[in-house]
């Protein structure tokens, strides 16, 4: 299988022609030395690593797995070995604050670095992708005294990080979990349970490991308001951040699994362990949304990875793989055949796979960009703003990217034919380490029902109308612009349809609330492509005045629009099937008792 290449040329589009980074990061407080020139090194460098260091792991990790032996887990070949090679060259601490060592760069830079690593290698990305949502978690709730203890080891790589929530009996719904904390003498707690499907929960790659881990108290109130939240080190620590000896926290086992198999998804004991208390008492859960949101972006990213492999290596595979003729006449008269990408059926899933791989890579551009205005703007109503959209972008982000994501990896393995089923080509790697992207951080259902439930019509629409007030502004400014005509007409359409098809369910969900779970996935879906159809149509625009400039990169641009013009003709009429399912209702759903499916 051919190597992975990091498509600096579309990153650069993305970050600096379709969101001004370079303005961005100039205004911005804080971000101010993240400069073209200081992003684009910083990338190459990146791309680099992740192409000659993590690429050639990607497969030994699918094929030897992680192994256990009595609660000791042992990574593949060569993955403790680049993970030195990461910490030696300060990855880790790129986004960090400089008061804990870090090197204090923008968040969006280190979802940029994030695509690139989890490209070439996703089960290898995980190990330090979950140390930082544990380190925003306790730079956000920790006391003083426990950043100083843990954070700058955090930040420099030398420990990891994990998130500790799904117990046997319990997934999504977190109320029902079990796991206690006792009170210590010392003001510690004592930790007892047993936490499953923990990812990078036990490794051989850092020396500690700081497990952020949901817990109740004694006399904890029922359900989700009496969780509380605990750091627990797999090593006991000093005050200085010095190892003393082993916490009673175990691995129990690692699971069998689909696929990213270079990652250890851990059963995790906890016997007594010492756990200190992160925030206040019984507000564990609304803490803990500080690492779910960084890690469901993070998965979203996990979409654009595997789109962008599918399609890398489809491509390449559909220009050398001769088969057939065309239908309006050979391509390639010398040879005995001509390469598929010459039949429309082939053009189809490579176009849908650059559609949602480039598309993708826009909406985590945009969604990061919040995130960095959230975190440094001095302005509450410039924090407020992006806080809104961070809020409404997230579900879709992380549900219709993975979603899409999967497709396009689907599609690579079609496209290959029979040699995708076939191990050596890695095209079946890539579709199952895909999947479990729509499960993990909340399952495409559970993300819908936030974004309809509490993102839109607890908003009482006003999320929703924030974004699509920005989309009729982009369709205004464009008025007198015939050549984007067929872009703004049918997105100014969609985004008025948005807004009549929220109130629609709005309406039904008032006599019976299934109607809202009923349209919920429907409705996500509807959004992410009405979102993506704005996002093509800004490329568009982009492009068209670019090659208006004067450009000696014509080709890369006319890409860019005739791309644009797929997705709207070929991709964004989906969204007439998800009105009309959502339309349907909740009736055909719910009328067939759960007692009657099966005889």
Do not use: C
């Given at each position: 299988m051919a190597d992975y290449k990091a498509p600096l040329r579309d990153i650069q589009f993305s970050l600096f022609e379709m969101f001004d980074y370079e303005g961005h990061y100039a205004s911005v407080p804080g971000c101010e030395e993240a400069t073209p020139d200081v992003v684009s090194a910083i990338i190459e460098e990146s791309a680099k690593f992740s192409e000659n260091v993590l690429w050639p792991l990607n497969k030994v990790g699918d094929e030897q797995g992680c192994k256990w032996e009595d609660g000791v887990v042992t990574t593949p070949d060569g993955f403790k070995e680049a993970y030195s090679?990461?910490?030696?060259?300060?990855?880790?601490?790129?986004?960090?604050?400089?008061a804990h060592g870090g090197q204090g760069l923008p968040s969006s830079l280190g979802t940029v670095l994030s695509e690139l690593t989890g490209s070439a290698n996703w089960s290898w990305g995980m190990y330090p992708g979950l140390s930082h949502g544990c380190m925003n978690t306790i730079d956000a709730h920790g006391t003083e005294e426990q950043k100083e203890t843990y954070l700058t080891k955090l930040v420099e790589g030398a420990w990891t990080g994990t998130m500790c929530l799904t117990e046997s009996h319990c997934g999504?719904?977190?109320?029902?979990?079990?796991?206690?904390a006792e009170p210590n003498a010392d003001g510690s707690y004592a930790i007892t349970g047993t936490k499953i499907f923990i990812s990078a929960g036990e490794h051989d790659m850092a020396e500690n490991i700081i497990h952020i881990v949901l817990a109740r108290l004694p006399d904890a109130p029922a359900g989700t308001k009496g969780i509380s939240l605990f750091i627990v080190p797999k090593m006991n620590v000093d005050g200085a951040g010095n190892i003393i000896d082993r916490n009673a926290v175990k691995c129990g086992s690692i699971e069998h699994k689909m696929g990213i198999h270079g990652n250890a998804t851990c059963v995790m004991n906890f016997d007594s362990a010492k756990g200190y208390l992160i925030g206040p008492e019984n507000k564990g859960l609304m803490a803990m949304f500080t690492f779910m949101n960084t890690a469901r972006l993070g998965t979203a990213i996990q979409g654009v990875a595997h789109a962008e492999i599918g399609f890398q290596k489809s491509l390449e595979y559909a220009r050398d793989r001769l088969q057939m003729r065309s239908l309006s006449g050979p391509k390639n008269p010398e040879g005995p055949a001509d390469p598929i990408i010459v039949h429309p059926d082939v053009r189809r899933m490579l176009l849908t796979q650059k559609a949602f791989a480039e598309g993708g890579r826009m909406m985590i551009h945009l969604t990061s960009k919040q995130v960095d205005i959230l975190q440094n703007a001095e302005s509450e109503e410039d924090r407020k703003a992006a806080d809104d959209r961070l809020s409404f972008?997230?579900?879709?982000?992380?549900?219709?990217?993975?979603?899409v994501g999967y497709e396009s990896a689907n599609l690579g393995l079609q496209i290959f034919g029979g040699h995708g089923f076939i191990s050596e080509w890695g095209m079946e790697q890539n579709v199952r380490d895909c999947r479990i992207s729509m499960l993990y951080e909340g399952t495409t259902g559970i993300q819908a029902l936030d974004l309809i439930g509490r993102k839109v019509l607890g908003s009482g629409g006003e999320l929703l109308k924030g974004f699509t007030k920005d989309v009729h502004q982009f369709c205004k400014d464009q008025g007198d612009n015939d050549a984007m005509k067929e872009f703004v007409e049918p997105l100014a359409a969609i985004n008025k349809e948005w807004g009549d098809i929220t109130m629609h369910i709005g309406m039904?969900?008032?006599?019976?609330?299934?109607?809202?779970?009923?349209?919920?996935?429907?409705?996500?879906?509807?959004?992410?492509?009405?979102?993506?159809?704005y996002l093509w149509a800004m490329a568009a625009d982009k492009a068209q005045k670019a090659l208006a400039a004067g450009t000696e990169e014509e080709a890369f641009y006319k890409a860019k629009i005739t791309t644009a013009r797929f997705y709207f003709q070929r991709i964004l009429p989906r969204t007439r099937t998800c009105v009309d399912t959502i339309k349907s209702g909740a009736d055909s759903l719910m009328e067939l008792p759960a007692e009657d499916f099966a005889f």
């Open positions: 090679q990461f910490v030696e060259a300060g990855w880790p601490s790129m986004t960090h604050s400089e999504t719904d977190l109320g029902m979990l079990r796991t206690k972008l997230t579900p879709i982000a992380k549900a219709f990217i993975t979603e039904k969900a008032m006599e019976n609330p299934d109607e809202a779970g009923a349209a919920s996935v429907d409705y996500l879906m509807y959004s992410g492509y009405a979102t993506l159809a």
